[in-house]
């Protein structure tokens, strides 16, 4: 009994101070990136996600497919068409396995879609919507 009293009072003193500290505001700090997963397969490319916070965000593609692929992002514009330079780009990936990057955005619109030649036509593209935090 005696133990577990120590225990508890151990506990409680660990805890105590903890649990201040986690409802007190971060002022000054980053926020952790977001995180997209891209589900990439013969001829379709499914986010996880269709919004997210602008800023840092951990972009993973993951092949299920037979082929290779890869994926790039662009803004696009108020009529819908993908404008400016490629924003940012997950390099070729063999089927099963993952790649990751990660890709710094800015609140809008944005097409993510497969970057070889042939993949866009049939549907590997989807719109991303990036939002303020």
Request: glycine share 10%.
């Amino acid at each position: 009994m005696r133990r577990l009293l120590g225990t508890l009072v151990c506990v409680g003193m660990v805890a105590g101070p903890s649990a201040a500290n986690a409802t007190t505001p971060m002022a000054g700090r980053r926020h952790p990136p977001a995180h997209l997963m891209i589900d990439a397969q013969e001829y379709s490319l499914w986010p996880s996600r269709a919004r997210l916070p602008a800023g840092a965000v951990l972009v993973e593609l993951w092949n299920r497919g037979q082929d290779p692929h890869s994926t790039q992002i662009r803004r696009l514009n108020r009529a819908g068409a993908m404008t400016g330079p490629v924003l940012g780009r997950l390099r070729v990936t063999l089927p099963g396995r993952v790649s990751s990057a990660t890709w710094h955005l800015r609140t809008g619109r944005y097409e993510l879609y497969s970057s070889l030649f042939g993949h866009i036509e049939p549907g590997m593209q989807a719109e991303l919507t990036v939002t303020h935090r």
